[in-house]
């Protein structure tokens, strides 16, 4: 009985469609699977597509899902070690997200009214960007690489953190605050964490591995260290600044 189940429940959980080719695309399973959207995946990749906790799926070509057979297995199955759920759906409904999920990427090219170019010079002098973030082999490492944000997030979410740097910051983030008992302070992102271990990168970009044995105290916040720019930048230039980033779409 035990066996019999397990090998369904292994069915049910491995089974790839049959056919490689989306059968579900007219105008009518597009609008329902804007509404099964809407309900499941909204909260992370933002209503319109671009992005958020989840990535921009408002592009002409989704990385992880070339094909619509592996679109269908990102939205059926989830993307492991990733946040990227499994969805317990039925294969028409898998089918009829994917289509919303394409059609988000030929609808939106939308013009961006920046200048790349005054955006490339703000990031490297008066936004300061590279003290904490890659572009490239140029940069630092407090922050994600931004060597291909243009294909991972939307403007709307590029514009959004630019203004609210508290916005969007993911759900593993943290920053903590440690001392040892033997009188060291360091304050950092966390890399890693077990039971019985911390991994950090201070500010300095120095890493520390630390037994939790020997710290006196432990904070670790979900707060992050970027800056908001509403203040800093005007609003012409944060449009040049989304705008360049926008453009970054991995190695050249
Ligand atoms: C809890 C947040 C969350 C939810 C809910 C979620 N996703 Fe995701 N999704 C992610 C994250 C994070 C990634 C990026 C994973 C990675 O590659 O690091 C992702 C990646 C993807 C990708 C691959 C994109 C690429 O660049 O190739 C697709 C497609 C996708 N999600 C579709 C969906 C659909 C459709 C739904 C609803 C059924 C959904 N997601 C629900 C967080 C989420
Ligand atoms: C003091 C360090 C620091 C500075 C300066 C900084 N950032 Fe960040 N930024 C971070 C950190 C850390 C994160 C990751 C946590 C988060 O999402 O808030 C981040 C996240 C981001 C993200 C989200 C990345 C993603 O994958 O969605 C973008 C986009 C971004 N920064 C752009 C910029 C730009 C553009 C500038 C300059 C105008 C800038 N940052 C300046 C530290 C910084």
């Known amino acids: ?113 920046g200048d790349a170019g005054r955006g490339a010079q703000l990031v490297r002098g008066k936004g300061g960007c590279l003290q904490c973030h890659a572009i490239g082999t140029e940069g630092g490492r407090m922050g994600p690489a931004l060597t291909d944000i243009g294909a991972r997030r939307g403007p709307g979410h590029l514009r959004n953190k630019l203004i609210d740097a508290t916005s969007d910051v993911p759900e593993t983030f943290r920053l903590v605050d440690v001392r040892t008992k033997d009188g060291r302070q360091i304050t950092g992102i966390r890399l890693n964490e077990d039971t019985w271990s911390i991994q950090v990168r201070d500010f300095s970009d120095r890493f520390h591995s630390l037994s939790k044995d020997s710290l006196a105290s432990l904070r670790s916040e979900r707060r992050t260290p970027m800056p908001s720019y509403k203040q800093r930048l005007d609003a012409g230039e944060i449009n040049d600044v989304v705008a360049y980033l926008a453009g970054l779409r991995g190695a050249q």
Do not use: F
């Open 1 to 113: 009985m035990i066996w019999w189940a397990a090998l369904l429940l292994w069915q049910q959980n491995m089974q790839l469609p049959e056919v490689s080719n989306n059968p579900h695309t007219t105008e009518a399973d597009v609008e329902q699977g804007r509404k099964l959207y809407a309900g499941r995946c909204a909260g992370c990749h933002g209503p319109g597509g671009d992005g958020g906790k989840g990535a921009n799926l408002a592009v002409p070509v989704l990385p992880r899902a070339v094909s619509d057979r592996s679109l269908y297995q990102v939205v059926r199955y989830g993307i492991p070690d990733t946040e990227m759920p499994a969805s317990l759906m039925a294969p028409r409904e898998v089918w009829q997200i994917s289509a919303y999920v394409r059609s988000l990427g030929k609808l939106r090219n939308e013009p961006i009214a």
